[in-house]
C-alpha cells in the first residue's frame, strides 16, 4: 500500500489494484472506499477509522470494508441502490462494455479479486450530509453503477467521483466499465460543473484545480 499525501488532511492509498481515500479531522478518519481485500490492517493502522464510505459497490472499491468494519467498529456507508450488492443479497450490475473498452475489460477483469460481502449500516442518497469534512455532501451519480455516489466537501472544495470520474495523463476523463454510460456522461457533467480545487478520482492520481476547463 502506498500512501500519498494530497493536502495536510487528506491522503489517498494505492493498492496494487484500485485506491482510496482518508480524510483527516482531528483525530478522526473517514475512509472512502478499501481497495481491494486484505488490505484493513494497514488502513486501520493509519488511526482512528469513524467511518467508512463506499462510492459504490464494486470489488475493486468495496473489498477491504468488511474486515476494516470488523477491525475498527466504523460503520459502512453506501447508496441504497448498491447497498444490496455490498451485502450480497443481490447481483452485480452487469456493465456494458462498449468495443473500446474489451481489451481493458478482458486484461483487468480477472486481476480483481472478489469482494467478501460487506454489512452496509447506513444507507445514503442525494442531499443527505454525513458529518465529516464540515458537512460532507452526498450526490447520487448513476451510470457506472445504479448507486454511485460523491461525496463533495465544499468547505475545502473536495470532490470524491467514484469510477465516475477516472484521470489519464492529469486530465479527467469518464469512467469505463458502466452500466449505463450516457447515465455516466451526465453525471461526469454534473461533477466538473462543480469545479473541485482537488478531485479524487477513482483511478489515477487527484487533479489538483481547473477541473471544469480540463
Ligand atoms: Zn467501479
Redesign the pocket.
Known sequence: MEIIDVTPRLRMLRFPVGQAYVWRDGDALTVVDTGTAGHADRIAALGRVERIVLT?C?DD?IGSAAALRAATGAPVHAHRADAPVIRGEAPRPTPVIPPGERELFDRVTPTVPRAPRSPVDREVEEGDVLDFGDGARVLSIPG?TPGSIAIHLPAHGVLFTG?TVATGEGAPIPGV?NTDRPRLLESVRRLLDLDPAVLCV?HGDPVLGGTRSA
Open positions: 459504490h464494486h472499491h457506472h469510477d466499465f477513482g
